[in-house]
């Protein structure tokens, strides 16, 4: 009997294989050695059209796309790494832009009731905003797309981040403070040294979330105001009508998203405690 | 020893009550409370669950106002929490995302802001020997037994040489056979250091072993301090042969007398005489002296 971690590994490799094997085969044309009605023909001429490319396909594609990624040949032939550098540069930018200023709002909520209470409505109401709604303002007011696309993303990341601050800094456990208080810290220091590393793994979780929200949000907003980065590319594709294309960037966003996850939960291990 | 020594901490009519649920009546935790305590004292405080004990001691600390009265130390009144006061907290609260080491230097760092880091470290690492912690400098609180994690409370505490060290109920977590160890410790510190100490216990024979005087109080609410006891035991303690004194029985069967049927009562029927503004001083002897009002002591469970 094997461990757990190589059993599982093996179900997911079975599942793999079993999940390819089928799509493969439900991609592969049917051999119609009978004789075919004109219906039939008709049929099987359509579905050859519209049938989405198998598992070897995409291989062959990401083999393809993959053994040089960052090719340049002009605005509209970019290497898929190409692509998803500008989506990560401003995943990034808009999410780092949006820790700075959800961070230090978020602890000021959570030291302060007043403040809590008079930023909640507005809060409350901008929240539930789909990010991509601000988009047309967005295009309005800084008149340019890959700004825009920052700006949303630094709206959507905003939320986690600070609702999770406020959260985590509010719930601090009323002892540390008091042994802050007996120590005769002052109040910046009683934040840095006590509320900020009590608080840091619920803001990490908030970290967490947002990244997560932005790469999702980041390429709908790319297919919205085009030029570059992995949204474009995608909706490029599919004018171009290149589904093994379309299928292996959405192979693609799938495994940068999972590394920028990994990314921010590897660095919550360091500021994890246990209680 | 002066009037100024003894009273180092001075407590006049002290009461606490907290505003009731929604325009509720307002609950009175204690009032009418009384007492001082003299430099290089060890007080200790027994009453039931919910009288006030805690909050007693963190007006002493600081980190609570009371309602009426005022508690002072070395005649100013305790207005906030200060480095003069170190705190054992019910449930040690160390920070759990720093070291053993971490936790004390960050108390001592803050206690002398002028000291280099080495001075720092090396104060630190005196007071984690003195409660026998050497060697676990590094771990965190979470892998620590719960007698460690006390220990480095009270190395903290120590650690920055508070003018009175408040502890609520340091060991009350504890095994018995970890918490007799830290007693004798702490014991052991209190002597050295002389260091005047106010700690709250539900544990007759821990209070025994420590305290100069015992504060009984009464059962909440509107809870008072019912009776002073003289601990009137030699000093130097220990847990093996402090029962062998002759005051030793006296004084715990009064305890426990107080404790299972006289702290019920006391508050509505208290005796002719009793002044919450001066409790009485009492000092249990085994001539029967200054015995409690009604002799209930014979049933006592280890009366020899
Ligand atoms: N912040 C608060 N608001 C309202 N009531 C409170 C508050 N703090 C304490 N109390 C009440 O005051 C009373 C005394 O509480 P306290 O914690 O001082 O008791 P204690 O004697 O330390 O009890 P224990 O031995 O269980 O620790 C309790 O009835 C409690 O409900
Ligand atoms: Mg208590």
């Keep these: 009997m094997r461990s757990l971690p190589v059993r599982a590994a093996l179900l997911s490799l079975v599942l793999l294989l079993v999940g390819a094997g089928l799509w493969e085969a439900a ?15 008709l049929v099987a001429g359509a579905g050859e059209k ?39 540069g401003r995943v990034l930018t808009g999410y780092l832009l949006a820790a700075l200023v959800a961070i230090p709002i978020g602890f000021v909520i959570g030291m302060s009731p007043l403040w809590q209470r008079a930023l909640d409505p507005f809060i409350q109401v901008l929240k539930p905003v789909s990010p ?53 810290l002052g109040r910046l220091r009683t934040a840095l040294t006590v509320i900020l590393p009590a608080a840091a793994p619920t803001i990490f979780t908030g970290m967490r979330i947002s990244i997560s929200i932005a790469w999702l949000v980041i390429v709908a907003a790319e297919m919205l105001v085009g030029g570059t980065g992995i949204g474009y590319y995608v909706w490029n594709e599919w004018n171009n009508l290149n589904l093994t294309s379309v299928i292996f960037s959405i192979l693609m966003i799938g495994v940068v998203g999972m590394l920028l996850d990994r990314l921010l939960a590897g660095a919550a291990r360091f500021v994890q405690y246990v209680d | 020893m002066t009037t100024a020594d003894s009273r180092f901490v001075q407590v006049d009519g002290l009461s606490r009550s907290f505003p009731g649920e929604r325009g509720g009546e307002a609950l009175t935790v204690f009032e ?3 007492f001082a305590i003299a430099r290089g004292e060890f007080i200790c405080v027994i009453g039931h669950s919910g009288c006030g004990k805690s909050t007693i001691l963190n007006i002493l600390a600081g980190l609570d106002q009371p309602s009426q009265g005022v508690a002072l130390m070395e005649g100013r009144e305790i207005a906030g929490p200060s480095l003069d006061h170190g705190v054992i907290f019910q449930n040690h609260s160390l920070l759990p995302w720093q070291s053993t080491l971490q936790n004390v230097s ?29 060697g676990v400098e590094d771990r965190r609180p979470s892998q620590l037994s ?27 977590a504890l095994d018995a056979l970890t918490r007799g160890t830290i007693q004798d410790e702490l014991v052991r510190i209190c002597q050295q250091t002389t260091q005047t100490a106010f700690m709250i216990t539900h544990d007759v024979d821990e209070a025994m072993l420590l305290a100069d005087k015992i504060l009984l109080m009464t059962n909440g609410p509107k809870a008072r301090i019912a009776e002073i006891v003289e601990v009137s035991l030699p000093r130097p303690r220990s847990r093996s042969t402090v029962i062998f004194e002759p005051n030793y029985y006296p004084i715990r069967n009064h305890l426990v007398d107080f404790l299972v049927s006289r702290s019920k009562t006391f508050r509505d029927q208290p005796p002719t005489g009793y002044d919450p503004r001066h409790p009485p001083q009492v000092r249990p002897q085994a001539d029967g002296s200054a015995a409690p009002q009604h002799p209930a002591t014979s049933g006592a469970p280890h009366d020899p």
Aim: proline share 5%.
């Design chain 2, 106 to 134: 960050f108390a001592v760092a803050a206690r002398h802001r002028d000291w280099s880091r080495a001075q720092i470290l090396a104060h630190s690492r005196q007071y984690l020997d003195l409660v026998g912690l050497n």
């Design chain 1, 50 to 88: 519209a049938r989405v490319p198998g598992p070897s396909a995409v291989i062959a594609h990401a083999w393809a796309a993959l053994s040089d990624p960052f090719y340049d040949r002009g605005s509209n032939d970019k290497g898929i790494g190409i692509q998803l550098g500008y989506s990560v």
């Design chain 1, 27 to 41: 991609s592969t044309a049917p051999e119609s050695a009978e004789a075919v009605s004109e219906y039939d023909m």
């Design chain 2, 32 to 34: 009418q409370v009384n």
């Design chain 2, 146 to 172: 719960g007698g460690m994690r006390q220990r480095v409370g009270i190395a903290r505490a120590f650690a920055i040489e508070p003018k009175l060290l408040l502890m609520d109920e340091p060991f009350g």
């Design chain 1, 132 to 184: 991509l709604a601000w988009m047309p303002l967005a295009l309005f007011v800084i008149q340019d797309s890959a700004l825009s696309a920052i700006f949303v993303i630094f709206i959507c990341s905003i939320w986690p981040m600070l609702i999770n601050t406020a959260f985590g800094v509010a719930s601090v456990r009323r002892d540390y403070i008091n042994v802050a208080r007996t120590l005769e």
